[in-house]
């Protein structure tokens, strides 16, 4: 079955403590990207990634890394989570051509709350 | 820069009536267009997109949208809502060959009996 899965689901930390959500695709995808929820303001892309080892920012890349070492996987890196971070994070991917023959799967979410 | 406006909030429809569910983009260039849902406490599935071509675009559960580049728009619409439409829309705009996919803050669409 094709899909995006992200790993945790539901966190809960500190400020400060450094963590990382996973996300991976079993669809071969060259493009994959992180966004973030929060109401009143839709979803903002955060990171994405045309391939492996590459890289660019989306709107709101301030706080959060990424890196892309494999075709399948790429995480969200937050060196030193802030309150600000809390939000619902989404991991997507794309595989085909730009156009129609395009496909597109989102991640089921990962909801963290920073203290 | 790119951006994407939905005017509605929130939209409240009787079942069994229309929808329209408003769109405008700014793009300095023809732009990929789409509308995705979610319904509470899920992700999102993509109900369509605009590339090239017709303007009209048909989707997934009986939705189409039309693209009107004179007005920037791209109106999401459905003949007859059904009760589990009830979610909340994205429309999102992204320009060819570019990775940066920007959405609108959403409309959340309540069916009421």
């Known amino acids: 079955e094709a899909q995006v899965t992200q790993n945790p689901r539901y966190l809960i930390t500190v400020t400060g403590k450094k963590l990382t959500v996973t996300c991976s695709q079993n669809?071969?995808?060259?493009?994959m990207s992180w966004y973030r929820q929060d109401p009143g303001l839709g979803l903002r892309q955060i990171y994405y990634?045309?391939?492996?080892?590459?890289?660019d920012k989306g709107d709101v890349p301030e706080g959060y890394k990424v890196s892309r070492k494999e075709k399948r996987n790429f995480p969200l890196i937050l060196e030193s989570p802030s309150p600000n971070q809390t939000s619902l994070y989404f991991c997507?991917?794309?595989?085909?051509?730009?156009?129609?023959?395009?496909?597109?799967?989102f991640g089921p979410g990962t909801r963290l709350l920073v203290l | 820069a790119q951006s994407v406006t939905q005017p509605d909030i929130h939209i409240t429809v009787s079942e069994g009536a229309s929808l329209e569910l408003r769109c405008n983009y700014s793009?300095?260039?023809?732009?990929?267009l789409f509308w995705y849902v979610q319904s509470p406490g899920q992700g999102l599935q993509l109900l369509l997109k605009?590339?090239?071509?017709?303007?009209l675009v048909q989707g997934i559960k009986g939705f189409e949208a039309e693209f009107k580049r004179s007005q920037s728009s791209f109106n999401l619409r459905k003949p007859s809502v059904h009760w589990s439409d009830a979610a909340e829309y994205f429309c999102?705009?992204?320009?060819?060959?570019?990775?940066?996919?920007?959405f609108g803050t959403g409309t959340r669409l309540t069916i009421i009996p």
């Open positions: 990634s045309m391939n492996v080892e590459v890289t």
């Open positions: 997507a991917s794309r595989g085909g051509t730009s156009g129609r023959t395009e496909t597109q799967y």
């Open positions: 999102a705009v992204r320009g060819y060959g570019n990775e940066k996919l920007t």
């Open positions: 793009y300095g260039a023809t732009p990929y």
């Open positions: 669809m071969n995808h060259e493009y």
């Open positions: 605009y590339f090239s071509g017709d303007t």
